[in-house]
């Protein structure tokens, strides 16, 4: 069959259709849901899905394979025929049916490929109806060879116009033709020489150059992939003296072209021939016009259409403008096309009288019915075509008039009304328009169903979109009957249609043009007999972005840096995407080239760096851009740079205006060469603090905005000022006041504490809201308490302009859970804190019990007793005191009357202290008291108790009276605190000669009623030291010590101040101290070689911080030095009378001794001895020997 016999065939029953399926509300049908979660519990007739093309053309070396999917519910079967006949698939072995499907696949390996060829159709059916697919032509590829024959060579005058045909042959497909030599190079086309849509080729005239024998014509076949050749075509191209020359021999050539042979002449066409043709398309397709004409010099082409103009979108020119091709052909272009030719000896013209026909084509496809019982339902089939296309209907495949008759059915050329369907009447309608040109068909099923009301749109959607611009609000519906759709705002205010509003038969709510207060909760709500069902989705209405400040043109000197500024506002809520670019393209990959949030920066612009910049601010929903150029110039010197602090910023705006917050933006002002660090935003609050500026936040320098978060019921009024390193700029102007609406507060107050200052009452005290916190006027407290664990209700008090509230008339320190609320006009706060306090606390009812003293040693004992019950506290317990005072000494029969009383106290839950510092051989009286915030309890019984006894206390005083030579008389008072029985004391004494060495010590224990002794026998002239301690059965106590100096002779120290008054000892002395510093010059450099002197080695040893240097002033020698052989001892002072006495002191014997080790025993025997050096000639090494002391020095001169 042929391509034009089988376009032009008319579709007949037992023929298939392909299944449009076109989903939309009609007016009284239901459209299908297309989600499968819906169509799943459906029962649905058959469906079409996919299907293979009506015209297959397959290639013998392969499997044929024709498509067929349908689906429905239940799932359809299906079957085949073909050339009109059933087609029993499984009688042929090499024909397999796809499982689940009616795809069928044919195994023609082996076989002769042309047994299949034919019509074949494909029906899917099950209970509810049948569906057919199209028509689908099978054929086989064919390449034939060229037919036999042998092509005559051609000779040709030179000038003259020549076709070459090539005749290809008739391929499925047709086969696709160019010209190539013997080295297979494609021929150079050009104006003159080209090739028409036949596959001709066409010399608008010859030259010498076209001579050559290999002229070949190539066909080459598409689906076989094979190319088959003509023979080759030999052209010979002659001038006239040549013929001349040569006429004889020209009559044994077969074929001679001979067309005015001299010189030029006019263009003439060589095809189409004659002043007009006509060509017929198919509205759709693509027209091709062809006019090729011959004339020398070579003919160009142009085209016109008469009455009209080409539409220049679907116009094309190929072939050096000799093919006129426009696609889409629709009515409008039918008419005369003109193509002419022209060279310089004239013009020709050749007319195409184009007609355009149509073959069938949908002006609306019948859809798809879904229908509830005894509603009506209307199939339409409207088509166009020229001529006009004739319509048919069927049902289930067979013709409308040939089916069971059906009263509810009305057919009305293309209409098919349905009307009070019942259920089980469920089919698939075929609709079938044809005229000469070829047919369209269209299946559309009507489903019978009883179906409640589901939404189909998610769920809680957002759709966000840009202010001033439609919004689309969708509620995609499924039920049968059609459910009704309507729509709520906030679930509260029913939209109509009207000018706001529209609400589409599909359910979709459009806002034509939508504003902020159009944000918020929508409800579409779906309904028939059968049921209700709603949805929610919300509405998001954005600020759109804009750039408020664009960048501008600039002129920048080379080496310098240029800044583009891009302010831009946008809707806070949309995360902005900035980017630029350079001349529309993106920024070169350079460090020098920084993007700010805001801004761009070139650095070190170059002569590459001109150009235009552009920034462009991206949002997910909209964007805006601006741009600026860029020209460098060169640089002049540069003037001295001043830095000074900025100049405020201008223009405050305040924009994006809500309840809780406000943009800000300004213009910055002049940097002065020092680039601003950050912008201060201060307020004022006119209301509350009028005159106080607040530091309320800052940006960074670069920026221009701020988003500032606001309080409630505030009379803002904002300011700007720019930081540079110099300083920061004078205050901006204000910007406008900005009032914000008062709200319920956002906190509680603050501190809050319940102390009782009563034993029945408790105070709760918080620290109030300022009036910038109050978020609104009438600020109050609600000031909530109950008793703790007790599960009681609250109570509550509101209270206004107070910080506190009392309580009263409760239980003594119990536990309460208290709270507190802040309130205004316009609502509460946030659920306060809950906090514990107590009640007032009352004096302890209960005193500690059971109380025992456990002494430990004469000045320690340790106290126990059992703790009171902590009800009896009444309070916060503190802790106990225990007082105590001594009564007496054991030793002593009567009180003392001036003892204090002492106290202890232990903190928190204790049941045991312990008393230190007490007095040894004493009789003690004690008493605990527990103690809490508001004072102590009553006291326990008092408990007696008594310390062992002690060491004694030192005796009260140590004195020497009637010093002489060899004797003296010791003196002293017994010890204040004997802390026991005295037993006795000990006496020792030592002397001490003039180097502060030790002599032996004698000890001498003496009777506890004794306080003088007579010392005899002792040394004249010398110092003793003497020390003291008394001693009970425990030990020695402290001891006392005092030094004394025995009687000397009194002429030495006479002689000595007679001497020192004399002028001739003046000089000698000063002799005696210049050599004096030569020795000691010389004993520091011997003492920096590493030198060791017995002066420094008692000083190492002794180690006494209280020897303090003599005074020069009052007539005394200094004290020893490094150099010095002699100390005095410390205090030490010479009478009048020529004796030499001790101070009083308190010197250990530590003080005097080599190693520092002696010291006492507990009995008071000493431990250690004196260790001075006896032999002052005795050196080590080669150490120089000590100096004479000046007190040595002088008695040597006496």
């Not at 007579?1014 to 020695?1036: D, E, R, V």
Request: charged share 20%; with cysteine; proline share 8%.
């Amino acid at each position: 069959m042929d391509p034009t016999t089988e376009r032009n065939m008319k579709w007949v029953p037992g023929f298939g259709a392909m299944l449009l399926v076109l989903l939309s509300h009609v007016t009284s049908a239901l459209e299908v849901p297309l989600d499968p979660k819906v169509l799943e519990g459906l029962p649905q007739p058959p469906t079409i899905t996919l299907q293979s093309p009506k015209d297959y053309i397959f290639d013998p070396r392969e499997n044929i394979v024709i498509h067929c999917e349908a689906k429905g519910k239940p799932n359809p079967s299906f079957s085949w025929t073909r050339n009109g006949t059933h087609f029993d698939v499984e009688k042929d072995s090499k024909v397999l049916m796809k499982p689940g499907s009616g795809t069928l696949v044919i195994d023609i390996s082996g076989e002769k490929a042309e047994a299949y060829e034919g019509t074949y159709q494909c029906t899917a059916h099950n209970e509810h109806g049948t569906a057919v697919s199209n028509n689908i032509v099978i054929r086989q590829s064919r390449s034939p060879l060229w037919s036999k024959e042998r092509n005559e060579a051609i000779t040709v005058q030179m000038g003259v116009s020549l076709v070459l045909q090539c005749r290809p042959p008739a391929g499925l497909p047709p086969p696709v033709i160019f010209w190539m030599d013997n080295n297979f190079q494609k021929l150079q086309l050009d104006q003159r020489v080209s090739q028409a849509l036949n596959g001709d080729l066409y010399f608008s005239n010859v030259l010498r150059e076209d001579t050559r024998s290999d002229y070949i014509c190539y066909a080459r076949f598409p689906h076989t992939q094979t190319i088959q050749q003509k023979q080759p075509i030999s052209v010979t191209v002659l001038d006239m003296e040549t013929m001349n020359e040569t006429v004889a021999a020209l009559y044994n050539i077969t074929e001679f072209y001979s067309d005015s042979p001299e010189g030029v002449r006019r263009p003439g066409f060589m095809m189409p021939l004659g002043p007009t043709s006509t060509k017929m398309v198919l509205r759709g397709e693509t027209l091709e016009l062809e006019c090729i004409a011959e004339g020398l010099p070579t003919p160009e082409m142009s085209w016109q259409k008469d009455g009209g103009e080409l539409p220049s979108s679907r116009t094309s020119f190929e072939n050096f403008k000799k093919t006129l091709k426009i696609s889409d052909v629709n009515e409008a272009d039918g008419g005369n096309y003109r193509c002419t030719a022209a060279n310089n000896l004239g013009t020709v013209h050749h007319i195409i009288k184009v007609t355009v026909k149509a073959a069938p084509f949908w002006v609306s496809a019948p859809r798809n019915l879904v229908l509830a019982p005894n509603e009506t339902g209307i199939l339409t089939c409207r088509v166009s075509g020229e001529p006009k296309p004739k319509i048919s209907w069927f049902v289930n495949g067979v013709p409308i008039e040939n089916a069971p008759e059906d009263h509810t059915r009305k057919v009305d050329d293309d209409t098919v009304i349905l009307s009070n369907v019942q259920s089980g009447s469920s089919a698939v309608y075929q609709c079938n328009a044809s005229n000469e040109f070829g047919y369209l068909m269209a299946n559309a099923f009507v489903s019978v169903l009883a179906e409640a009301p589901r939404v189909l749109t998610p769920p809680n959607q957002v759709y966000q979109v840009i202010t001033n611009n439609p919004a689309l609000l969708h509620c995609s519906s499924f039920g049968s009957p059609i459910p009704t759709i309507t729509w709520f705002k906030d679930s509260q205010i029913s939209i109509k249609n009207g000018d706001l509003y529209v609400i589409h038969e599909n359910g979709t709510l459009e806002i034509h043009v939508a504003q902020s207060l159009n944000s918020g909760k929508y409800t579409c709500i779906a309904t028939n007999n059968l049921g209700i069902k709603e949805n929610h989705v919300f509405l998001e209405v954005k600020e759109s972005t804009r750039i408020l400040k664009q960048p501008e043109y600039k002129v920048v000197q080379r080496g310098m840096s240029a800044v583009f500024e891009c302010k831009v506002k946008h809707d806070p809520s949309l995360v902005p995407t900035m980017t630029w670019l350079k001349d529309s393209g993106e920024l070169p990959d350079d460090e020098r080239f920084e993007v700010d949030t805001d801004s761009l920066t070139v650095k070190h612009v170059t002569d590459e760096d001109e150009g235009t910049y552009t920034c462009i601010m991206n949002t997910t929903l909209d964007h805006d851009s601006a741009s600026a150029m860029l020209t460098v110039v060169e640089a002049t010197p540069t003037p001295a740079i001043v830095y000074e602090k900025p100049d405020p910023p201008t223009d405050l705006e305040l924009t994006d205006q809500t309840d809780r917050s406000v943009q800000l933006s300004w213009i910055p002002g002049d940097d002065h060469n020092s680039p601003t660090e950050k912008f201060l935003i201060q307020y004022e609050d006119l209301l509350h603090q009028p005159g106080l500026w607040i530091n309320l936040t800052d940006v960074g320098g670069t920026s221009t905005t701020a988003q500032l978060n606001l309080s409630p019921f505030v009379y803002y009024s904002f300011r700007v000022l720019a930081q540079n390193p110099v300083g920061y700029s004078s205050p901006s102007q204000p910007s406008r006041q900005y009032r914000t609406n008062p709200a319920a507060p956002d906190e509680n107050p603050s501190d809050v504490r319940g102390v009782g200052t009563e034993s029945d009452n408790l105070v709760i005290s918080w620290t109030p809201l300022t009036g910038f916190q109050s978020n609104g006027p009438g600020l109050e407290y609600k000031v909530l308490w109950r008793q703790k664990d007790m599960d009681g209700d609250w109570l509550s008090k509101n209270v206004a302009n107070v910080s506190h509230f009392v309580v009263t008339g409760i239980p003594t320190f119990v536990p309460f859970e208290i709270k507190v609320q802040a309130m205004n006009d316009y609502g509460s706060g946030p659920e306060p804190e809950v906090f514990i306090g107590h009640s007032g606390e009352d004096l302890p009812l209960s005193a500690p019990e059971s109380v025992q003293v456990m002494v430990h040693n004469s000045t320690l004992a340790e106290v126990h007793w059992e703790p009171v019950s902590f009800p009896s506290v009444r309070g916060k317990l503190q802790g106990y005191k225990v007082y105590y005072h001594r009564e007496r000494g054991l030793h002593e029969t009567e009180k003392m009357m001036d003892e204090e009383e002492q106290v202890l106290t232990f903190s928190g839950n204790r049941s045991e202290g312990r008393l230190p510092g007490l007095q040894p051989y004493s009789l003690y009286k004690l008493f605990i008291r527990v103690i809490n915030s508001k004072g102590e309890g009553p006291q326990s019984p008092s408990k007696t108790f008594e310390t062992p006894e002690g060491v004694p206390g030192p005796p009260s005083f140590l004195k020497v009276l009637n010093p002489s030579l060899d004797s003296l008389t010791l003196e002293w008072g017994p010890p204040m605190n004997n802390n026991g029985r005295l037993a006795g004391y000990t006496l020792k004494y030592q002397p001490v000669n003039t180097t502060n060495e030790l002599g032996p010590v004698k000890v001498m224990t003496l009777m506890a009623n004794e306080t003088t002794i007579t010392l005899s026998n002792l040394n004249s002239s010398m110092l003793y030291k003497f020390y003291l301690s008394a001693k009970t059965i425990k030990g020695s106590g402290p001891i006392i010590t005092e030094e004394a100096f025995t009687v000397m002779d009194t002429a030495v120290p006479s002689r000595q101040v007679d001497i020192a008054t004399q002028g001739w000892f003046i000089g000698l002395m000063c002799a005696i101290a210049l050599l004096i510093l030569v020795l000691l010059i010389v004993c520091f450099i011997k003492r920096n070689k590493g030198g060791k002197y017995p002066v420094k080695e008692k000083e190492d040893a002794h180690q006494d911080p209280e020897i303090q240097p003599m005074k020069e002033d009052d007539g005394t020698f200094g004290e020893y030095s490094d150099t010095e052989d002699h100390k005095p001892l410390k205090g030490s002072r010479t009478p009048s009378n020529g004796t030499v006495r001790r101070d009083e002191s308190d010197d250990s014997l530590v003080d005097y001794g080599e190693g520092g080790d002696g010291q006492f025993n507990e009995d008071g025997s000493f431990i250690g001895q004196y260790s001075g050096k006896k032999e002052k000639d005795t050196h080590e090494g080669n150490e120089s020997s000590e100096a004479p002391s000046p007190v040595n020095a002088m008695n040597s001169f006496v």
